[in-house]
């Protein structure tokens, strides 16, 4: 069982940062993918990025293409926390984030979910 606590949402102007936050506790080991989601009003939820493991030290990041180069996937291992850092914000970038994990199939775009936070509310303004 994995518990997934989200924080960091709130109301930013357009072009401005936001840091997401998820802490996840229970059993986070093994191989896995931890990632962000996200719904806007009328739309379906869309995957966002993912960091994934097999197990072991390497991490590998995806972004999708919305959100490249302007989105960060980080995690701090000691603490059992995933990190989205957001730059560059846009109004299109409003949306309930999600925090997520489950099994990695090799794949790390919208990879099967296990768990999900409680969301986070992003809202962007211009």
């Known amino acids: 069982q994995v518990e997934l606590v989200e924080s960091g949402g709130g109301s930013v102007q357009a072009g401005g940062s936001l840091r997401l936050s998820c802490a996840a506790s229970g059993n986070t080991y093994g191989r896995n993918c931890m990632g962000w989601f996200r719904q806007a009003p009328g739309k379906g939820r869309e995957w966002v990025s993912s960091?994934?493991?097999?197990?072991?030290?390497?991490?590998?990041?995806y972004y999708a293409d919305s959100v490249r180069g302007r989105f960060t996937i980080s995690q701090n291992n000691a603490k059992n926390t995933v990190y989205l850092q957001m730059v560059s914000l846009r109004s299109d970038d409003t949306a309930m984030y999600y925090c997520?994990?489950?099994?990695?199939?090799?794949?790390?775009?919208?990879?099967?979910?296990?768990?999900w936070g409680q969301g986070t509310q992003v809202t962007v303004s211009s």
């Open positions: 960091i994934c493991t097999g197990g072991g030290a390497t991490y590998y990041a």
């Open positions: 997520a994990r489950g099994v990695w199939n090799g794949y790390g775009e919208n990879f099967p979910v296990n768990y």
